[in-house]
Structure formats: structure tokens, C-alpha cells
């Protein structure tokens, strides 16, 4: 099956030689496969909270296993995403290892709440994220900068008139999270100006109905500063 742009573009941000890579929330599973088949990752985990999919998803694995190549190796986990024992994976990886955990196509709120929950449950390890949330991508970026990641590349990808932030981060190493993305990201799309005309209608609309919500106008304050900056 062929993947949509924001697939492949998260599949093509995936270049380090990561030991282990997480593809949560995968649902069909598509992006995982991709990485796996690229031959540079050789063990990706897939989980999803739904037992009807990683059912479905164990079996299609199972049946175009025969297309990846012969060292790789794949589990399918059932579980929810906050709850992944990265100190235990780690424990089974070779004792310099590197972990990527992705997280694509759920909103931004939840994304936030798996984010917290994760990142209180392991220590000294050396993990990467690649985050897409579906909307709220500035909220996002302010809890991550409030919890120490730094920014490793971010793109934004534009498909079906909606707008995605692919932000691969870490708590090593890289830039300071910016709130509405770096000059590069505003660069990575020649429609990029769509998206930050889309954001600041969004933030116009939400800083009048809710007084009381300040971030709104924050947003709304420094998505208006890119436009002059950058447009
Ligand atoms: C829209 S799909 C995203 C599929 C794929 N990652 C993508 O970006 O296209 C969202 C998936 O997230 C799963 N999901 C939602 N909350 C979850 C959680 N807390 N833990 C694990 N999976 C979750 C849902 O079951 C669903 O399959």
C-alpha cells in the first residue's frame, strides 16, 4: 500500500541507525513496515491500544513478512502507548543503544498526556522522538520545551488542506523548541504561508471566544511576528 506524504516524510526523518524503533499508535501499521523495509532499522515494536488492530496487524505482518529484509525483526504490542518499558527494552539492547519512539496521527492534548506519562518513567536513556500530532502542535511544543527536549529536525507537510508539524526531538542534543517552528521549518514547504494564514484565522478565532485561554493569544501574537519575519 502506498503511504500519504506525511508517512513517507516521517519514514525519510528516520535515518540514524537506531537499535529499536516504536511505532505507537501505528494502526495499519504502514510507517513501521516502511522503516523496517528500509533496511537501516532492524527491530521496530508496533503498538496500538486496540485489540482489533494489532490482531489484524499481527496477521498482515505475518503474511508480507516475506518482503522485509531477512534480519528483520518486528513484535506487536497491545497496550497503550504510555505505558512502553523503555529502561527494559533497553535492558535487551547492546549496552550502547539507541532508541526511536514515534507517535503520529493522534491529537495534540492526548499526545501531551502520553509525553508526560513517558518521560516520567525512564531515566539515562538515550531516546529520540518523532513526533505528528494531529493539531495543538503549539501547546505541544510548549510542554516539550517545559520538559528539556530539544528540536533534531522539524517539517512541516501539507495534505488534503491540513497542516502537519513533524518535530524529531531529544533530551540530548539539538536546538531550543521553538513555539512556532524554526526558520527551516517554515522553509521545508513552498506552501508553508497557507498554514500560518490557517493558524492565525485559528488563533483569531479562538482568542476572541475564549478570553480567558492566554495561550491563544500568545499563539496568535507569535504566529503573527513568522509573518512578518519570514513572508
Ligand atoms: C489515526 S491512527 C494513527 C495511525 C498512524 N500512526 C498514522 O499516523 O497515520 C490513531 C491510532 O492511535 C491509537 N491510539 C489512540 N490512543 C492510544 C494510546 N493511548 N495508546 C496506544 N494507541 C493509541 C488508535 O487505536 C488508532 O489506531
Redesign the pocket.
Known amino acids: 500500500m502506498k503511504l500519504?506524504k506525511?508517512?513517507l516524510s516521517?519514514s525519510e526523518m528516520v535515518h540514524e541507525p537506531y537499535d529499536l524503533v516504536w511505532?505507537?499508535?501505528?494502526?495499519?501499521g504502514?510507517?513501521g513496515f516502511k522503516i523496517l523495509a528500509s533496511g537501516l532499522i532492524k527491530q521496530v515494536n508496533f503498538?496500538?491500544?486496540?485489540p482489533d488492530?494489532t490482531d489484524k496487524l499481527t496477521a498482515k505482518l505475518q503474511q508480507h513478512g516475506h518482503h522485509l529484509p531477512a534480519d528483520a525483526g518486528w513484535q506487536v504490542l497491545c497496550?497503550?502507548?504510555?505505558e512502553i518499558n523503555l529502561e527494559k527494552s533497553a535492558q535487551q539492547l547492546p549496552i550502547v543503544s539507541k532508541q526511536l519512539v514515534?507517535?503520529?496521527?493522534?491529537g495534540g492534548d492526548?499526545m501531551i498526556d502520553?509525553m508526560k506519562r513517558i518521560v516520567t518513567s525512564y531515566d539515562d536513556l538515550n531516546v529520540d522522538f518523532l513526533l505528528?500530532p494531529?493539531q495543538h502542535s503549539y501547546k505541544l511544543r510548549k510542554v516539550l520545551k517545559d520538559l528539556q527536549f530539544k528540536s533534531k529536525a522539524e517539517r512541516l507537510v501539507l495534505e488534503n488542506k491540513r497542516g502537519y508539524e513533524l518535530l524529531l526531538i531529544s533530551q540530548i542534543e539539538g536546538q531550543p523548541i521553538s513555539l512556532v517552528g524554526s526558520y527551516e521549518f517554515w522553509q521545508s514547504n513552498p506552501n508553508a504561508n497557507i498554514y500560518l494564514e490557517n493558524l492565525i484565522t485559528h488563533y483569531q478565532r479562538s482568542a476572541i471566544a475564549s478570553e480567558a485561554n492566554q495561550l491563544s493569544q500568545f499563539a496568535l501574537d507569535d504566529y503573527r511576528v513568522v509573518k512578518q519575519q519570514y513572508f
Open positions: 500519504n506525511r508517512l516521517l511505532d505507537c499508535c501505528c494502526d495499519h504502514l510507517l503498538v496500538d491500544v486496540v488492530i497496550q497503550d502507548v504510555s514515534i507517535i503520529s496521527g493522534v492526548l502520553i505528528c494531529v
